[in-house]
């Protein structure tokens, strides 16, 4: 093939024709959510078969055509929706302790030399116990109320979270740190406009990974001496082995979960849109 150059004077503009590949032009054409549905649909469709062949008993796991029937009739009666407000109530005040500890705790120790000598090393010992192992002591302390299901949800968020921060203030680069100073910044200003912006990607990180861990302790919490919630209505149906409202519950879970997910990502685009990242190819 012969490429042919033509001379271009000054100032005149070259016109650019962008040559799109077959490929290109077919995923274009078929929007990108569409690709995440693909597993969970064919998990479903399969899980649909088994339950139709028989491979599957009701006794064993419901159909998925069983589950979204109880799930229309829990809704019907109202239950569905009580569960879940008094789920999000506890998990929302456990989320809001956690965080200002977590947040609180980790700027200390991440700023002040002093402040890590007192409080990071405690904290790296207390991540290492199993929280769900403190729920005897919970029940002790503060009872059978709602007291220690918010208590255990708050410690299931500190931790990850205390990490991430931590982390992130750590890791700042110093050379950034060191040209605030010779801009002639001061220590408050530093905070604020290098080293808080520079770990808010690993605080986000945390926050992901804090709002798993609050859903998770949420399930352990509500086996003590609950009268409501999600927890409260797969506990009571495992007593009667009704596994359609069980995987119901387990799929609200999921759902409140991918949502919390979707709105911290939603954060991170607000709040670190000036920071370009690799979105895969």
Known sequence: MTTHLTPVRTGEQIAVTQVRTRTARRESRIPLWTFKLISPIALVALWQALSATGVLSDD?????????????????????QE???VSLQRVGAGLVIGVVAATLLATLSGLFRRGEDLIDAPMQMLRTVPVIGLIPLLIIWFGIGEEPKIVLIALAVTFPLYMNIYGGIRNVDAGLVEAAKTLGLGQFAQVRHVILPAAMPNALVGLRYALGSAWLALVFGETINASAGIGYEMNTAREFFQTDVIVV????????????DFIVRGLERVVLAWRPAFSGK
């Open 60 to 80: 064993t796991l419901a159909s998925p055509a069983t589950v979204l029937a109880t799930g229309v009739d829990l809704f019907a009666e109202g239950r569905l």
């Open 83 to 85: 569960a879940i407000a």
């Open 249 to 260: 519950c387990l799929v609200l879970y999921a759902l409140l979960g991918l949502v919390a």
